[in-house]
């Protein structure tokens, strides 16, 4: 028996689906990619990342969503595939084929993007004409009833087309404002035809889509679907969970053999999937589900660490573990837990990058796997580098997450690497923001892991260690690494060095303890994240103020309407459009947009304009500089570069 199996026996036992057998109860799930062609054919980066997904140990591995319909009505990314012609059937054979190599159930996904599609289009469709609220989608059209038997069928042959490319399973997807959505919520349905009004209507669209499927496919063939178990619109007149809960029961009594369930729109006004809602939070829709549908279910929101799904398949509120950022972070998430590896998984931070990627019609990235997209390409080493054919010795200097990360690829490269941290521990800035709340803590898992990954590859890591030109020329290393990071900039305005300003830094680390009264230097996410931290430790007065029209436009914009909103409910004042001109004991003398002088008291100063740390200067070896040291940014780009800098070494 295999550590994982002891250890997770319910995820690493036998799973059905339907008629199937699976491997294991994990489930990738589907996410789009943008790696196709725009004329919805099939990329051979695409087949790559597939091959990745199924090799990495899952039993059921899924497709994205394929588009429908020949107009592009259903398509909502620049490189989602298609399957609107038989014509693309032998390239998503390839992809079935990929699956089916690694004895892992393949699972193609019809996918109809509704008021989120036409991406080459002035409009969207759906049930009825419900103004966007977000800016990025196009105004909608109401679909007639021609439209509506069309788009049925379309979804009818898109499963034969499924079945003839030699997939084992289709699924259909109907969540997060997606089409089949669109006509399960009263949000967004309006109509008063058949297909509009009660739960049993609005029903309608997607029963017979699954309806005209099983008999398209037959008895046996599996069916899976994906649908709102809460759409949380209730602000905006959309579904109640008990409606949800009836027409996810109608919908699946036509032939459904496996519910995986879902929460909220991109629309919607809570956080679903960000790092501030604690893992196993929605696990309670999964079990409504369940209890009340008798049907196998499955769950992919915030289930990151195994032990989770682990309770969750123990106690019968799922029946898969369906994971999609966690695997978009490491496909081989499986097989490390299986072979007791956990601390080898590249661990998602649910940053988002790869959703916000996306809506911007560019290829997925993930935030802590720069080889994303890049599995088929040796050099980027996905499957592991080749041993160096001269071995260097390599300092690095800064054990943050750039410094740490560029010690892994170069260590596991074989050279000989020593990495020094002034600190009497590792992670720099992220172990910095891991003090943070709502989940911030995260950002340990990400840290610890670059630091196992470094000390397994042989490096060696010294903390409490600076570093000066001396003990550069002692060491004699054949190239030195620069990962110095960022601090604030005392001298960027006059008074930095007052006895009332402190770094954010320190604050956030608890060295040094503010007064009451707290102004936050800085536009950036850093300084959000200080005023954060302050409001949620309590008894502190906060105000930011900084030259930008809006602060926090380096942010992701899966966190910063939460941030703002956290801001405002802590009475935290925002100056913006002002320029600092004077740290003052008793407060931050500033210009606003009307050139008027403004005096904001405090009693203390928190500098959170960060720039790069370049103190260590030395020229006598190869010098390499990476991160922040370079120009300060997110931590994903502090991956990113000491991933790529330790490449060419």
Known sequence: MLPGQKKYPHIFSPGKLGKLETKNRIKYASTETNFNYGNGYVADKEVAYMEAQARGGAGIVTTQGAYTDESGEGKGYVGMMAIWDDKFIPGLKRIADVIRKYDAVSVLQLMHCGRVGGIHLDYTVGPSVVDQRLPRFRPPREMSKEDIERCIEEHVQGARRCVEAGFDAIEISGIVGYLLSNFISS?????????????????EFPRRIVAGIRKEVGPDYP???????????LDRGGSTPEESLEINRIICNAGVDLLSVTVG????????????????????????????LGL???????????????????????????????????????????????????????CNICLARLFRDAELTCGVRPTLGHESEADWGFYGFKPTREKKKVMIVGAGLAGL????????????????????????????????????EEFMRLVDHLKIRCEKNGAKIVTGKSVTPDLIDKEAPDRVILATGALPDRNEYPGGDGKNVLSCLDVLDGVAKPGKRVVVVGSKGVAISTAL?????????????GPAKKFGLDVNPSYIWRYMKKLKEGGVKQYTKHKIKELKPDGVLAVDAEGNEVTIPCDTIVLANMAPNNELKYDKSEVYTVGDTIVTRRASTAIHDGYRLGMTF
């Not at 109509?191 to 609005?202: A, N, Q």
């Not at 899976?224 to 619109?233: P, Q």
């Not at 931290?533 to 103020?545: H, I, N, P, Q």
């Open 265 to 292: 729109w991109q629309e919607s006004a809570e956080s679903v999937i960000s790092r501030d809602i604690p893992q196993g939070n929605w696990l309670y829709v999964a079990s409504r589900m369940k209890e009340n």
């Open 405 to 440: 990360q560029a010690g892994v690829v170069i260590s596991e490269k074989g050279h000989d690497v020593t990495i020094y941290e002034k600190k009497s521990s590792v992670g720099g800035q992220a172990a910095t923001s891991a003090k943070g709340p709502w989940g911030d």
């Open 223 to 233: 069916i899976i679907i994906r649908l709102c178990g809460e759409e949380l619109l």
């Open 296 to 350: 196998p279910v499955s769950m992919a929101y915030r289930l990151f660490e195994p032990k989770y799904p682990e309770a969750a398949l123990a106690e019968g509120v799922i029946d898969f573990w369906e994971s999609c950022r966690a695997m978009i972070a490491d496909p081989t998430l499986p097989n490390k837990i299986l072979e007791g590896r956990e601390e080898d998984i590249i661990p998602c931070m649910a």
């Open 187 to 203: 949000y967004t349905n309006k109509r008063t035809d058949e297909f509009g009004g009660g739960p049993k209507e609005r029903a």
């Open 533 to 545: 931290f302050l409001v949620d430790k309590g008894g502190y007065e906060v105000s930011m103020v």
